[in-house]
């Protein structure tokens, strides 16, 4: 042993024969004490061993190292473990006789050194989100042709929906409480906004789901013999007016999880926009509602000096400041340039998300092809992963522990298609407790390059 400070003690003391005897300062409360006279004229005293389980305080319960001897509780042997150390509380000699040398060993009962703690549950920081399934859910079923249909399980009441026919190639419908419920975006292409019951679409939010409608065969949200994913996020209901930046906005929040929905009416200018979260957001999708256009993201491993789109295979587009204004997100704001997604007449759709740890996680990983694939540390298990390579030619792939709840993951939709899922085909994946394991070779998740991904 080496002595840690708040952590372990090692020293001598002189004893004094008495009761009141001396008071050993060790800087922390001890969980076990260990006492030896160490002088040459005594050799017959044993080792005293004293612990907080054993006995009260003051504690005579002993135990002896050097010794066969079962344990006892003599009773001129007392000490007193205090906040600070121990008192000797007993005249016995064999641990306090007058003008007498002890050497101890201590052991503390809480440590204090933060990288010495004992490893268990209430020494662990509280996190700030206990079960990310309050803030984000997957759910699925099994379309029934019924019209309308109320789905339930998602936990709590969304305010973003992302929805997908898993067996038939059909847009991604994405529809959000600030927009209002039955007005439809798709990932997958530059289409505006959308408020069609005819094609499928979700008409209301509930306490445990939401309701959908739709007859049509092309564009269904509940064709029997059909199955379905909903991937659900919790904001803050409707929204509220928001004037931190140059161009009020509409913000609908949930800070403690780091996401927000955020709607302003575009300027054709640079300007700034509310975003609500109190912290710089690390992933930012952006859409014009009212006209066919790209979906802007803004990812922290880009940077704002470029910018990639959701609904293109196409790689990063970087060096470029006609987006973000080349100036990355403050705690109050993000920026619109003269380009991009900011013309005027037009409102605008943007969903932000901060980093919360051991929730979500935005960042980037460099494949390498093998079956041996690179780890990323998230510090969580993925419940939903998306991964877009920054090259031409490559989906944003999705996958999430609803579709696939054991390992490997296979099973895939791509936001910026319409294609149905897909499973197997080199591209698997190991969900683990704090991150994720590529298993698989495919170009798409892991060949040689740079990947970003945007976790939950």
């Not at 662990?124 to 019209?147: H, Q, R």
Request: net charge negative; aromatic share 12%.
């Amino acid at each position: 042993w080496t002595e840690k400070t708040g952590v372990s003690k090692f020293g001598e003391y002189t004893g004094n024969g008495s009761s009141d005897g001396p008071v050993v300062s060790c800087g922390f409360r001890p969980a076990m004490v260990m006492i030896k006279w160490y002088e040459s004229v005594n050799t017959s005293e044993s080792w005293h061993m004293y612990d907080n389980k054993r006995g009260g305080n003051p504690n005579n319960t002993v135990l002896f190292p050097d010794a066969t001897a079962d344990e006892e509780s003599p009773s001129d042997r007392y000490i007193q473990f205090t906040s600070d150390g121990f008192q000797l509380k007993s005249s016995g000699q064999a641990i306090n006789r007058s003008g007498a040398k002890f050497v101890f060993m201590a052991w503390a009962a809480t440590f204090t050194a933060g990288d010495l703690k004992a490893l268990y549950t209430a020494n662990l920081p509280a996190p700030t989100v206990k079960d990310g399934s309050e803030y984000f859910n997957t759910i699925l079923w099994a379309g029934d042709n019924a019209n309308p249909r109320t789905l339930t399980g998602v936990g709590f009441q969304p305010d973003w929906v992302w929805l997908k026919d898993r067996t038939q190639s059909t847009n991604h419908r994405l529809v959000d409480a600030v927009r209002g419920a039955g007005n439809t975006l798709k990932s997958n292409n530059t289409s505006s906004e959308t408020s069609s019951e005819v094609a499928g679409t979700i008409t209301a939010f509930t306490s445990d789901g939401f309701t959908v409608e739709g007859t049509s065969t092309v564009e269904g949200v509940n064709l029997s013999g059909d199955n379905f994913v909903a991937w659900n996020w919790l904001a803050g209901g409707s929204g509220s007016s928001n004037t931190n930046g140059t161009i009020t906005s509409t913000v609908s929040v949930n800070a403690t999880a780091g996401f927000s929905i955020v709607q302003f009416d575009g300027t054709g200018a640079n300007g700034s926009i509310g975003h609500g979260l109190g912290v710089a957001p690390s992933f930012i999708v952006a859409k014009s509602k009212t006209h066919a256009d790209n979906w802007f993201v803004y990812h922290s491993a880009i940077g704002a000096n470029g910018y990639i789109m959701l609904n293109q295979q196409a790689g990063t587009d970087s060096p470029n400041s006609t987006v973000w204004q080349n100036v990355s997100p403050t705690s109050t704001v993000f920026y619109a340039s003269t380009g991009g997604y900011n013309d005027s007449g037009d409102t605008i759709i943007a969903y932000c998300f901060a980093e919360v740890e051991g929730y979500s996680k935005f960042g980037s990983y460099t494949g390498n092809g093998s079956s041996n694939g690179p780890f990323v540390y998230t510090g969580f298990k993925p419940a939903w992963l998306m991964v877009k390579k920054n090259a031409a030619s490559t989906d944003w792939k999705i996958y999430d522990t609803g579709r696939e709840p054991y390992n490997v993951v296979s099973a895939r939709l791509a936001a910026n298609t319409s294609a149905s899922e897909l499973s197997g085909n080199a591209q698997e994946i190991d969900f683990v407790s704090n991150g994720f394991k590529f298993r698989g070779t495919n170009g798409d998740q892991n060949s040689s390059g740079t990947f970003y991904y945007v976790a939950f």
